[in-house]
């Protein structure tokens, strides 16, 4: 049973590039979130997903674009990759209202 | 915007102490929960609080949620090496699941 499983766990871009990072969950959870993570500003939503199919912004959308084509796998993509989004980003599942989320072990991102 | 602020940001101690983290907000949320993550690692959900005033215990650890469902705080009683780590609160309002993180408070027990 792997939880919610990102990949890659590293990488370098170079700006401008593009990227997608993947988020698998085996657990049929309805929610899916995105979060960046950076020092002294704690984890902030990017965008999330009610269910298959939905997404919505969060906090700071700004740059990136997500799909949830099937239940089980969220994606988040940077188009033009900036500087700026050098981070740790979380994929965290819900099973519904009022529970905990579940993270992955997250993505660290550094762009040059 | 909402905002929880957490303090300490940083707090350095030596096993066997006892420790107060705080959990602060001008917001009324639905429920509050609290993480700890490890480097390099997932926050992991510690419990979740729903009622005002309300009191978890899980074992050395004593979370309680403010009356007025504003604030939090996590107390940890004779603290081990193990506990070291950062610890989230995170909060929810209304009929949303979203979570609103704090900052963190960075805790390092040394033996």
């Known amino acids: 049973n792997a939880g919610v499983t990102q990949t890659p766990k590293f990488r370098v871009l170079k700006t401008g590039q593009s990227m997608t990072l993947l988020c698998a969950q085996d657990?049929?959870?309805?929610?899916m979130y995105w979060y960046r993570q950076d020092p002294g500003m704690g984890l902030r939503l990017i965008h999330y997903?009610?269910?298959?199919?939905?997404?919505a912004k969060g906090e700071v959308p700004d740059g990136y674009n997500v799909s949830r084509l099937k239940k089980q796998n969220f994606l988040l993509g940077l188009e033009s990759a900036a500087p700026s989004q050098t981070s740790v980003y979380f994929c965290?599942?819900?099973?519904?209202?009022?529970?905990?989320?579940?993270f992955g072990s997250g993505t660290r991102l550094t762009v040059v | 915007t909402q905002l929880l602020e957490q303090s300490p940001q940083f707090l350095s101690i030596q096993e066997g102490e006892n420790l107060t983290v705080y959990c602060n907000s001008s917001?009324?949320?639905?429920?509050l929960q609290w993480y700890r993550q490890e480097p390099g690692e997932g926050p992991v959900l510690l419990v979740t609080?729903?009622?005002?005033?309300e009191v978890k215990k899980l074992k050395r650890l004593t979370f309680q949620f403010g009356d007025a469902r504003k604030d939090s705080s996590l107390h940890i009683t004779a603290a081990q090496p193990g506990d070291t780590g950062l610890y989230l609160c995170?909060?929810?309002?209304?009929?949303?699941?979203?979570?609103?993180f704090g900052t963190g408070t960075l805790l390092a027990v040394q033996p």
């Open positions: 657990m049929n959870h309805e929610y």
């Open positions: 609080v729903v009622t005002g005033g």
């Open positions: 995170a909060g929810a309002s209304g009929a949303t699941n979203k979570l609103i």
């Open positions: 997903s009610v269910g298959e199919g939905t997404t």
């Open positions: 917001s009324v949320f639905s429920s």
């Open positions: 965290a599942t819900q099973r519904g209202f009022l529970y905990g989320y579940t």
